[in-house]
């Protein structure tokens, strides 16, 4: 069984097979219903911030202060929010950004542990309990930005392992810039 499986991944064909339905499925446990849970309370921050973003252009709450938390997340949750509009008894708008960034951190689950592994099947291994796990499906169900903060980590240490690999500017480069994303998204 497990020789016709290592014969299965060798072919490019089987592996971005199995790794399309952890990515399918993945993001459909993140997408089904995104707006029917109530609203949890750190929600409530990036919503607000995200709103005073559409009305002022800057995250200021209602009490005057700045919120400089989850900055990239912010924004990226207002211009979503400004597409496709915001209702507090639906909030799929705010959550879709982070079930984006939950979609594609699947992916970048892969791309890390193959980076640092060269072995498809635990690539394929670390990508299916990213896809399945309750608590990364929960977290990219929240208007919050840890999912897209996890996403720039994993890109950015990919990179970086490239980097000690190959020594080539561009990698070193990818990795400095992922890493400002990661900590704008936090």
Not at 76 to 105: C, D, Q, V, Y
Not at 109 to 131: E, S, V
Request: glycine share 6%.
């Amino acid at each position: 069984m497990i020789e016709r499986l290592k014969f299965f991944l060798k072919a490019n064909w089987g592996m971005i097979f199995i790794l399309a339905i952890f990515v399918g499925w993945g993001g459909f446990l993140r997408l089904y219903d995104l707006g029917e849970q109530s609203l949890w309370i750190d929600e409530g921050y990036t919503i607000n911030a995200s709103q005073a973003i559409i009305d002022q252009g800057k995250p200021i709450l209602g009490s005057g202060s700045s919120y400089n938390a989850h900055l990239l997340h912010t924004y990226t949750t207002a211009a979503s929010m400004k597409l496709f509009g915001f209702e507090a008894t639906n909030p799929w708008a705010a959550r879709l950004p982070a079930a984006i960034f939950g979609i594609l951190t699947i992916l970048a689950a892969y791309l890390f542990t193959y980076r640092i592994t060269k072995n498809k099947l635990t690539a394929l291994a670390a990508t299916f309990i990213i896809a399945f796990s309750y608590w990364e499906i929960a977290w990219s169900r929240q208007a919050r930005g840890y999912t897209d903060m996890q996403f720039f980590i994993l890109l950015s240490f990919t990179f970086f392992y490239q980097w000690l690999e190959h020594k080539k500017i561009k990698d070193c480069v990818l990795t400095v810039l992922l890493f400002i994303a990661s900590y704008l998204s936090h």
